[in-house]
């Protein structure tokens, strides 16, 4: 059973462009997280949020966590090719450890 | 800082051997985990430990064994290797308790089953 379902799961674009990569659920989660992975590494977290309705900047990067924290978004303004990667959403709940992770969008930026 | 170090980066076994994937961290975490990623599945979590003597089973254990007798390492022991093994193994560890703690990924194990 897939808790997190992100989309779209593949998206290329051109530098300069405008992106918003989606991950929802049915589930109500304590928290959830963003991750990139680039090829041949491991995913590396780039913000957490824990409230609803919380928003987050990181640099050209905007995190939303939805109101009733069953969803988020990632938004990336004006993309470069640095942003190239598989981006995870991963949803934590206070019952047990399972942090469940979502199948991933794989981001291609071309110059 | 080496942070999480997983050995070997790569492996081919034939079915039904046996071989372990070790993974240890130098950042004094408490918390470890194991998780397998497939082409299209993301990450599935396999066994995880909230600290040394103590290991949890998680969504996909089935095939998979490890042991916590120190808090640097954390060995995954595949029993009898099946080409549904054949993926990527991340070995994870965070010092915040879940939900919020960040993972600190390796670097990765890719493994393949004959």
């Known amino acids: 059973t897939q808790l997190l379902e992100q989309s779209p799961q593949f998206l290329s674009i051109q530098e300069g462009e405008n992106l918003t990569v989606y991950c929802n659920s049915s589930?109500?989660?304590?928290?959830l997280q963003w991750y990139r992975q680039e090829p041949g590494e491991g995913p590396v977290l780039l913000v957490t949020?824990?409230?609803?309705?919380e928003v987050k900047k990181l640099k050209r990067l905007t995190f939303q966590f939805g109101d009733a924290r069953k969803d988020s978004s990632l938004h990336i303004t004006a993309a470069q090719p640095g942003d190239t990667g598989l981006y995870l959403c991963a949803g934590g709940r206070n019952s047990g450890y399972a942090l469940n992770f979502g199948k991933g969008t794989s981001l291609l930026v071309t110059p | 800082n080496a942070g999480v170090t997983q050995t070997p980066k790569f492996q081919v076994l034939k079915t039904g051997q046996s071989m372990t994937l070790q993974c240890a961290q130098d950042?004094?975490?408490?918390?470890m985990s194991w998780y397998r990623q497939d082409p299209g599945m993301g990450l599935r979590l396999i066994h995880y430990s909230v600290g040394a003597g103590i290991t949890d089973q998680g969504e996909v254990p089935n095939g998979y064994n490890v042991s916590r007798s120190t808090t640097e390492d954390f060995p995954l022991r595949l029993l009898s290797a099946a080409p549904s093994q054949t993926s990527v193994y991340f070995c994870a560890s965070n010092r915040v308790p879940y939900p919020t703690g960040e993972l600190f990924f390796g670097e990765g194990s890719r493994l393949t089953v004959l």
């Open positions: 589930s109500v989660f304590s928290s």
């Open positions: 950042m004094n975490h408490e918390y």
């Open positions: 949020v824990v409230t609803g309705g």
